[in-house]
């Protein structure tokens, strides 16, 4: 299996406890996806995000639905979580969200590491289409945070 590494950073204008409050909240994820992929949280709130927790998501990729469900694998208030898909279309999918107060606001960093399933299908997919895909995912991301945050 290639495990394959995406790391994002960006400075977001506002103090930590709201930066990261709102990444806390498992509905603000809809916001800041782009909506060509028809994104929605399924799992109904309130959702307690800790340590443990299972959220549901459906989105559309390329047209086709797809049913996702990940668990909060390590959380740490004001400072980081960590989710894994339990169910998705990766072979392997973990996001850790870390955030850091600094001189005029949060710095908040992205690390990924993911898996594509099918061997060597997988891997002509990801060089041709996936890496590309998680860019402009994480690019939409980047420029909504930055208008809703600050």
């Given at each position: 299996m290639r495990i394959h590494l995406l790391e994002r950073e960006q400075l977001v204008a506002a103090p930590l406890r709201p930066v990261f409050a709102f990444f806390a909240r498992a509905r603000n994820l809809e916001r800041i996806t782009p909506p060509w992929l028809r994104f929605a949280v399924l799992t109904p709130e309130p959702i307690e995000m800790a340590r443990g927790?299972?959220?549901?998501?459906?989105?559309?990729?390329?047209?086709?639905?797809?049913?996702?469900?990940?668990?909060?694998?390590?959380?740490?208030?004001?400072?980081?979580?960590?989710?894994?898909?339990?169910?998705?279309?990766?072979r392997l999918w973990i996001h850790r969200h870390e955030f850091a107060a600094v001189p005029g606001g949060t710095l908040v960093r992205d690390r990924v590491r993911y898996a594509l399933p099918l061997g060597a299908v997988g891997t002509v997919a990801h060089a041709g289409i996936v890496r590309r895909d998680l860019e402009r995912i994480f690019d939409f991301r980047r420029d909504t945070v930055r208008q809703l945050l600050g």
């Open positions: 927790a299972e959220i549901a998501y459906r989105l559309r990729l390329r047209g086709i639905p797809i049913s996702w469900t990940s668990r909060i694998e390590w959380w740490d208030a004001d400072r980081l979580f960590v989710d894994r898909q339990l169910r998705g279309p990766y």
